[in-house]
């Protein structure tokens, strides 16, 4: 992060999210409202897991996850309330947000590899920016989100996506009306776009597929692990201001990069259709690619990488003063349950995050086996309901609890 001047106008901002340099306008653009994401550090960026909110962090992603899911939607059981254990607010903030996914692999109809996804999700921050008995005016900042995501998938898969966000933001006054948040471009909306790519490798695919190798052949089951690299270029968009067009602020445009690992074993559908075990380890960094210099003036952005050193802050998982790193696990067994570790790091914090899930697919599964009734078979084919936990920034005076649910449609195909 670069260090510069914060306008009065974001005070309320700042209390909540702790950003001191970049994007003091619209900090909401960067809040975390994956429960998913949220409880694995804030990953996201090459996170191969089937998430309606995944796409906010890589569109690229609608690419991938399209081939195995037609349909998602996820919400909110409980709005997440920032730093409620912290922080003595009459009414804190408060997050909230839905987000779906339509997908279909289009191979059969085509005979073509090509995967397309669309996502939609509309997060947002509502506040009392003063005491609410000296003005109880409820304020909502937000954007909605639109993404496409397109893959092609040929041994390995190729993804690229893209997301236009249209914001909302107004500046509350004390006595009179609120101010709207503009663009310099003088238009009557404020737009920003994310850009993103991911590369999936199924590592364990490629090997079964040589037909040469007898040794895999005779395993009791069936293991999975893929590789997976993503990069993202996040809200790119005009400068934008309240009051004075002159002290315009930058969007938070940020950069990521990361790599993901995941695996799983599975047993034969012949002897029971389940999976025993999985998991996903994610690593990614994270930079704000604007600069202001000591009078609080803009240089020109950083490109593609910005400060980002891929053997630092990636591989050796250390963030410093200009790039967060950020890592994320979870394992998860028979379909059924999950967990989920994470850290947020710069040079001075180490920030942890942690959550669980609970699926219904496994517990499907397992009436389907007790029973084979075609029905239940069909139920636990393709359609799956997950609960989700996340506590993020533990300790911090940011903490924030999700907790989130999701319905999944999967594996649909019409030849």
């Known amino acids: 992060m670069k260090t510069g001047f914060i306008p009065t106008s974001t005070i309320v901002f700042l209390i909540i999210f702790n950003f001191v340099s970049y994007g003091q ?71 909230n947000s839905f987000a779906l996914n339509l997908g279909y692999n289009l191979t059969p109809l085509i005979k073509f590899p090509l995967i397309v996804g669309f996502g939609y999700s509309n997060p947002e921050l509502s506040y009392y920016p003063y005491p609410y008995d000296l003005q109880p005016v409820y304020e909502k900042n937000e954007y909605k989100a639109y993404s496409v995501g397109v893959g092609l998938n040929y041994c390995v898969n190729f993804s690229v996506g893209f997301t236009y966000k249209s914001i909302a933001a107004e500046l509350p006054r004390l006595y009179g009306e609120s101010i709207r948040l503009k663009s310099v471009d003088g238009g009557s909306g404020i737009g920003a776009y994310d850009i993103g790519i991911l590369i999936n490798v199924p590592i ?86 604007f600069v202001r210099d000591s009078t609080g003036n803009y240089e020109p952005y950083q490109k593609f990488l910005g400060d980002i050193n891929i053997f630092r802050n990636i591989f050796g998982i250390k963030g410093d003063d200009n790039v967060y790193s950020h890592t994320g696990l979870k394992v998860g067994f028979l379909e059924t349950a999950e967990f989920m570790w994470g850290h947020i790091g710069s040079r001075q914090n180490l920030l942890k995050t942690d959550g669980f899930t609970v699926r219904l697919k496994g517990f499907l599964k397992f009436l389907t086996d007790q029973r084979q009734n075609p029905v239940t078979n069909f139920i636990a084919d393709h359609f799956d309901i997950r609960y989700y936990y996340s506590d993020y920034l533990i300790d911090y005076p940011q903490e924030t609890i999700y907790k989130g649910i999701e319905v999944v449609f999967s594996d649909f195909t019409f030849d």
């Open 25 to 95: 306008e619209v900090p909401f653009l960067t809040f975390p409202v994956s429960s998913l994401n949220a409880g694995m550090g804030s990953v996201g960026t090459s996170l191969s897991t089937n998430d309606s909110y995944g796409f906010l962090y890589n569109p690229a992603l609608l690419g991938y996850t399209s081939q195995f899911k037609n349909f998602s939607f996820q919400m909110y059981v409980q709005k997440p309330i920032i730093g409620k254990k912290h922080f003595n607010y009459h009414v804190p903030p408060i997050i």
């Open 204 to 289: 364990w695919k490629l090997i079964e597929n040589d037909s040469d190798n007898k040794i895999l052949k005779g395993l009791p089951v069936i293991p999975s692990l893929d590789f997976t690299i993503g990069y993202t270029q996040s809200n790119i968009g005009d400068k934008v201001y309240y009051l004075d067009r002159a002290q315009a602020d930058a969007l938070p445009r940020e950069a990521r990069l990361g790599y993901s690992i995941s695996g799983g074993i599975r047993m034969p559908k012949e002897v029971y259709d389940i999976e025993l075990f999985n998991f996903d380890f994610s690593a990614e960094a994270e930079d704000y690619l």
